[in-house]
């Protein structure tokens, strides 16, 4: 798992004029496939890689979740993975082997067939380039692959893996044609060839153009004739003039809080042909510990500091009531998700906080510097940080600051351990809690902060792993949550909302945001 892609960039960011307070419509019947307009959306966030061997980021999966196939895709509104290329799949030798049957008469949008060849070639491909900004990690419990004839394919794992369907449903999935890509390089030309939904017709650091591809099999129904993507690479200014001067129909990952809450809380919005259309995500952001600090290493400053922190009050100061507060490491939505942090450490509370720094022996203030790197996870996150550091103070308790580092050097100083706090975002790979669980508390966890429990590590994690009934699940979760609870490697903050803004032409898009992180261009319908 690659904290440096995969980390959110969060939704949020900087401004619509307020002329713009107004609102989109919600669909009322299906559409019928393609008969729609093209569609023009526009996000801050690039694409970083064309190759699914390459991409880890939310901009590049966006582009795979519509361009390529999977064996399995996430239903709109669903977190349980359903047949997409493939017919059928299922586990056998206790989650140790998965076959899956292709659909017949699949063709990559050149109008090559798509066999079971390509399936192999593509996850090998993947494994074997290890891109250090790909996917690989999330196909590492695959050992080997047969395909006994141009349908079936068999993954036969190194260990048992129930969450394997939720991976192999994701981004690093993609099925690639094993005659347009090299089988130990990445493609470099900036062309796709699935056979997904749509084509992707051209590129640029700027823009994306795709068209629906006729010869897709599966059951995704486009309501659209065409999606032109409009990237504006960190740039939300530009995006949100280009959503008030018409440039594009639908802003998508872009927009400021106070915009959202604004539009949002407007009576006048419904009249001047523009809708916020919100929807559920399992986006979240963590205060993290190096629980090797001469400070925070202490458990009792951590205690303390999960006694103070106010979440509610961050999420209606910083970040305008578009993210709720979360009290646990698994996100509600999502399956074995609890309330471990507020059972524990319930509502801010000054006594206990100081009750714990006794107990550890401390009596004076206590210095602490509270790192963030400004443009990362959104421009509130210096922001948050601040009000936090308010409130850490407000105690009597600690003198708390905050320093923002641009994040090449913010991830660079991290993995040096230089930092004792600072904040982490986390975009899913898979709504799944072993994807909350495994990348943060896993072996080699991508937290940086030098935190190991060995029941986790040990027991809880492959004991969840094996078990293939996810609901079945949530007993060995409430205990990892607990135990993280505990220790407090880290302290959850919120999990975001997500938001698109459209005018009233454009229908279909409350089921392109949901906690499975698909952007379903093949939904949205404008006219």
């Given at each position: 798992m690659k904290a440096t892609?995969?980390?959110?960039?969060?939704?949020?960011?900087?401004?619509?004029?307020?002329?713009?307070?107004?609102?989109?419509?919600?669909?009322?019947?299906?559409?019928?496939?393609?008969?729609g307009g093209g569609v023009r959306v526009g996000m801050s966030d690039e694409i970083l890689a064309t190759d699914p061997a390459a991409g880890y980021d939310p901009g590049s999966w966006l582009l795979f979740n519509n361009v390529f196939q999977s064996l399995l895709a996430f239903p709109k509104g669903g977190s349980e993975p359903e047949p997409d290329a493939a017919d059928k799949c299922d586990f056998s030798a206790g989650s140790k082997v998965y076959t899956c049957t292709l659909r017949e008469g699949l063709t990559f949008s050149n109008g090559n067939k798509l066999t079971s060849e390509d399936v192999k070639f593509s996850f090998e491909r993947a494994l074997k380039i290890a891109d250090p900004s790909g996917p690989a990690p999330l196909l590492s419990t695959i050992d080997t692959i047969e395909t006994p004839d141009e349908r079936t394919v068999v993954f036969r794992l190194k260990v048992p893996d129930a969450t394997f369907p939720s991976k192999i449903a994701s981004g690093a999935g993609s099925i690639v044609d094993h005659r347009d890509y090299p089988a130990d390089a990445l493609r470099t030309d900036g062309?796709?060839?699935?056979?997904g939904p749509y084509k992707l017709d051209s590129f640029s650091d700027s823009e994306?153009?795709?068209?629906?591809?006729?010869?897709y099999k599966g059951d995704a129904k486009a309501k659209n004739g065409a999606v032109t993507l409009k990237l504006y690479r960190g740039d939300r200014v530009a995006l949100s003039k280009a959503?008030?001067?018409?440039?594009?129909?639908?802003?998508?990952?872009?927009?400021?809080?106070?915009?959202?809450?604004?539009?949002?809380?407007?009576?006048?919005?419904s009249d001047?042909?523009?809708?916020?259309?919100?929807?559920?995500?399992?986006?979240?952001?963590?205060?993290?510990?190096?629980v090797e600090d001469p400070v925070v290493g202490k458990l009792g400053v951590r205690k303390a500091i999960a006694h103070l922190v106010d979440r509610e009050a961050l999420v209606e100061n910083v970040y305008k009531s578009t993210a709720t507060p979360l009290?646990?490491?698994?996100?509600?939505?999502?399956?074995?998700?609890n309330t471990a942090f507020f059972d524990t450490y319930g509502t801010p509370d000054k006594a206990k906080a100081k009750k714990a720094l006794r107990a550890a022996g401390i009596t004076e203030k206590v210095k602490l510097t509270l790192w963030s790197t400004p443009s990362r996870y959104g421009p509130a996150t210096d922001q948050e940080l601040k009000a936090i550091a308010e409130q850490l103070n407000a105690s009597g308790l600690f003198d708390a600051d905050v320093k923002s580092v641009a994040f090449e050097q913010y991830e660079k100083d991290i993995a040096a351990g230089k930092y004792g706090v600072y904040v982490k975002g986390w975009v899913p790979d898979y709504p799944d809690a072993d994807n909350f669980t495994s990348p943060f508390f896993g072996e080699g966890n991508v937290l940086d902060n030098r935190y190991e429990n060995t029941t986790i590590t040990g027991t809880?994690?492959?004991?969840?792993?094996?078990?293939?009934?996810?609901?079945?699940?949530?007993?060995?979760?409430?205990?990892?949550?607990?135990?993280?609870?505990?220790?407090?490697?880290?302290?959850?903050?919120?999990?975001?909302?997500?938001?698109?803004?459209?005018?009233d032409d454009v229908t279909g898009l409350e089921w392109t945001l949901d906690a499975s992180t698909v952007f379903r261009f093949w939904e949205i319908r404008k006219g």
């Open positions: 892609n995969k980390w959110l960039t969060a939704p949020l960011a900087a401004g619509l004029s307020a002329a713009l307070l107004s609102g989109c419509g919600t669909e009322q019947g299906s559409g019928s496939g393609g008969s062309k796709a060839t699935g056979s994306a153009t795709f068209s629906v591809n006729t010869g959503f008030a001067d018409g440039d594009i129909d639908v802003a998508y990952r872009g927009l400021s809080a106070d915009d959202i809450a604004a539009l949002e809380n407007s009576a006048t919005t001047k042909g523009i809708e916020v259309v919100p929807g559920s995500s399992a986006e979240v952001q963590h205060l993290v510990f190096n009290y646990s490491i698994v996100p509600a939505g999502i399956a074995g998700h809880l994690i492959p004991k969840t792993a094996a078990i293939a009934d996810r609901a079945a699940t949530a007993d060995e979760y409430g205990k990892l949550q607990d135990l993280v609870a505990e220790e407090l490697p880290v302290l959850p903050l919120w999990q975001g909302k997500q938001y698109a803004v459209a005018r």
